[in-house]
């Protein structure tokens, strides 16, 4: 038997995969509800659909343990728990993209093209941070996580740095767990950051290391 929240989450998902101009009563719902806290933690790799699980109870972080098998990342909290259709983009990119295009329609209506509205209907302005947290080899891991963030990157979604400034947008990306330091911090401009405790980024629940901006935010 599948649970009500089982069922319930479902619907959200074949009504997104509809791609209807409006957005569903019951995506409507989760984006109502979210950020209602913040909460900065939950544990989301087990669920069947950890993005939306997250987004209904006002979660602003999220995290996606991926592993590299045979080219694709896999999401699991654990080696055992790996499956082919539990992937990065399905769990995480493309449900994240999704709930974008709702949030920011090419609309007659908007003044200023093109909107970066978040993913919190109450609260358009506030970014969700994904951390990606890498458990197999981190320099062929990570590139594959940069490579597939570009459906994110093209939509101009994920903040970012370019040596003096940072541009806050829907997403922002912290890699964490085997991400490799020096694939990140030698790059003066990107759309992704490195988890690091001691340096406080944004007032969040972790703590990050931003080269070269660290005196900024101190």
């Not at 970066?116 to 994904?130: C, E, F, K, P």
């Not at 001691?198 to 900024?216: A, D, E, K, N, T």
Request: a neutral charge.
């Amino acid at each position: 038997m599948f649970s009500r929240k089982t069922v319930y989450l479902s619907a959200v998902l074949a009504a997104v995969a509809a791609a209807v101009p409006d957005v569903s009563a019951a995506l409507q719902k989760i984006l109502d509800q979210a950020h209602q806290g913040p909460l900065y933690d939950y544990p989301t790799n087990w669920r069947d659909v950890p993005f939306y699980s997250a987004l209904s109870v006002g979660c602003v972080s999220v995290e996606a343990d991926v592993w590299l098998v045979g080219g694709e990342l896999l999401v699991g909290h654990e080696q055992s728990a790996l499956t082919p259709a539990r992937t990065f983009r399905s769990l995480y990119i493309d449900p994240i993209l999704n709930v974008l295009a709702h949030q920011n329609p090419n609309s007659s209506y908007t003044t200023t093209k093109p909107t970066y509205n978040g993913v919190y209907d109450t609260s358009s302005g506030q970014t969700l941070y994904l951390f990606v947290d890498v458990k197999t080899d981190g320099p062929s891991t990570w590139p594959v996580v940069v490579k597939q963030l570009e459906g994110l990157r093209s939509k101009g979604y994920l903040t970012s740095v370019n040596g003096t400034t940072l541009t806050s947008r829907p997403v922002t990306v912290v890699g964490t767990g085997n991400t490799p330091l020096n694939l990140v911090q030698p790059l003066t401009s990107r759309d992704y950051f490195w988890d690091a405790v001691g340096f406080c980024f944004l007032h969040l629940r972790s703590w990050f290391l931003i080269v070269p901006l660290i005196p900024m935010f101190l």
